[in-house]
């Protein structure tokens, strides 16, 4: 038998080109469209406006490259149930995408999460759970799966490229006044959540900013490349580099600094989002301010260490994340005080690498703290579909706010049956004596909505907020940065625990840093190992890393507090290229920074 080899797109403009063959017979390449229309058409402001600009840009194909590869086994249990354990991050949303192919009862079927360290989003989609349970049916025997490293890079999901042009207008005092932007994701060969993916940047193109005027067409692009699937800032690091570089540019071509253009723009009451929904907190002025020392220090730091040989330069930028997904995002928990006087909690908030476990324990001695509970007088249940009810996937922050909610919501209720006329709570043996529920479920609903096909909406219910600062160091021989330091001051409302929010932080900007500057993955064979895909090594994360907080109260969070884990991944980046170009003058709109590409700008 013969096989005819068809072409392979490999990139978002080839599979658009007009002889581009269908790569899913029927449906066309460019399979999705998102608009969005904000304000008064954007035209006629373009053309009365004191300055514009616009430019290109493009983020790649970042791979998650956790330290432990995808892990999973199956076996069947005494009651014939097919147990499948893996590092899924969403085990009741893939518990309903395997069934049906496996032939099985959604009944029949227990995920269970193994806390294997992190992956960044990638677990959002099943990788490994249908092919360890047909393994396990097939044979009726325990089945167990680990990938190597080419395996890993090669069979799991990547973050979508955007190739994006945006366009800004200001009046001569620096005030935004319109936006248009443009933008394609690179979204490989299956649809898997590409729309949401592409409403991301309707989202964030330009969030942080006060612009009345907004007008932009956003796609979804089916490649031949490696497919794409959640990562950590999940669309903004793609929407936010673009907005926020142009930013730069446009400061520049005002001859105002780049801290004091953010400064003018950035929400205030009487602002709205891209997507028209007011900020739930008006944090960003005094985030700002707070930096504003640190910037002037830094700036006179690198005019005077900077040599013939080695540039250094200072680069800002802002990130703007949502906490859920998208519109009335819902969890549910149970709540149960136990014979001893103990209280259990079951949940499915996963865990990735980021202290699930830490996140429901706090909120839950919180709710509790009327009942006088030391912590380990609190016992955890976690995500194993058995004994927890579904409380949603890890994903799109959501597991502070959303799971928060609901575990607060169960704790009210138990302590409402516990509660006694005269404001003392009653033991177990009082609870079951007068027939009360000793275990609750806890409910929570984001009071949000969908966007619209304009992008118009309030989809998230609570969002996160910080600045980046970047002090890097050119090596004008090679063209080679270095990030020397690195300061985000962020708000994440109120902190629930802060060496886990410390943590969540420090590992994002480490993968913001190899996003700028190395990591990539487009050539399959050289970029299917770590060092090959740029994997950033301890040398290239600088010691100098300094977080501070904003603690603003989030109405709709559980005890004012809002998620962490994709705002360090927002936009740090930026700041890095920012920063390269403050240093040297080289402006990078293609990521990653390669020393070759730095270096050609040098000699360009």
Known sequence: MELERLPEYMSA??????????????????????????????????????????????????????????????????????????????????????????????????????????????????????????????????????????????????????????????????????????????????????????????????????IANIRGLGRTVATNHAWGSAFRGYGSPQSEFASEVLVDMLAEKLGMDPLEFRYKNVYRKGSTTPTGQDPEVYSLPEIIDSVRPKYEEAKKRAAAESTDEVKRGVGISLGVYGCGLDGPDTAEIDVELNEDGTVTVYATWHDHGQGADIGVLGTAHEALRPLGLAPEQIKLVLNDTRTCPNAGPAGGSRSQVVVGRAIKAGCELLLGGMRKSDGSFRTYKEMVDENIAVRYNGKWSAP?????????????????????????????????????????????????????????????????????????????????????????????????????????????????????????????????????????????????????????????
């Not at 066309?28 to 469209?33: A, C, L």
Request: aromatic share 10%; with cysteine; glycine share 10%.
């Open 13 to 210: 403009p080839a599979a658009m080109a007009d002889d581009a063959i269908e790569i899913h017979p029927g449906t066309p390449n460019v399979y999705f469209e998102q608009r969005i229309a904000k304000g008064d058409e954007t035209a006629p402001v373009f053309d009365s406006a004191a300055h514009v600009i616009e430019d290109d840009f493009y983020v790649g194909r970042q791979p998650h490259m956790p330290i432990e590869p995808d892990v999973g086994f199956a076996y069947l249990d005494d009651d014939g149930k097919l147990c499948i354990h893996s590092k899924s991050i969403g085990l009741h949303l893939h518990l309903y995408m395997i069934a049906p192919g496996l032939g099985v009862d959604p009944e029949k079927i227990v995920m269970v999460q193994n806390p294997a360290g992190g992956t960044f989003g990638y677990k959002f989609s099943p990788t490994m759970e249908a092919l360890v349970g047909a393994a396990c049916l097939a044979t009726g025997k325990p089945v167990f799966l680990n990938y190597d490293w080419h395996q890993q890079q090669t069979y799991t999901g990547k973050r979508s490229p955007f190739f994006m042009n945006v366009r800004l207008a200001c009046d001569n005092d620096g005030k935004l006044l319109a936006m248009e932007s443009d933008w394609t994701v690179d979204h490989g060969p299956y649809s898997e959540f590409g729309d949401l993916l592409t409403l991301r940047g309707a989202q964030f193109i330009g969030a942080g900013y006060d």
């Open 448 to 604: 949000a909505t969908e966007c619209d096909e304009n992008g118009q909406g309030s989809p998230f219910a609570s969002y996160m907020y910080g600045l980046f600062m970047a002090e890097v160091a050119v090596e004008v021989a090679t063209g080679k940065t270095t990030v020397e330091k690195m300061t985000c001051v962020a708000d994440v409302g109120k902190i629930n625990n802060k060496l886990a929010v410390d943590g969540q932080l420090y590992g994002g900007l480490a993968q913001a840093i190899g996003l700028a500057l190395s990591e990539d993955y487009e050539d399959i064979k050289k970029h299917s190992t770590m060092k090959g895909a740029g994997f950033p090594y301890i040398k290239q994360i600088p010691d100098d890393i300094v977080l501070e907080y904003v603690e603003s109260d989030r109405p709709e969070g559980p005890f004012g507090a809002s998620g962490v884990g994709e705002l360090p991944l927002t936009s740090p980046h930026a700041a890095v290229i920012n920063g390269i170009y403050n240093a040297c003058g080289v402006r990078i709109k293609e990521l990653p920074a390669l020393p070759e590409k730095v270096l050609a700008g040098l000699k360009g």
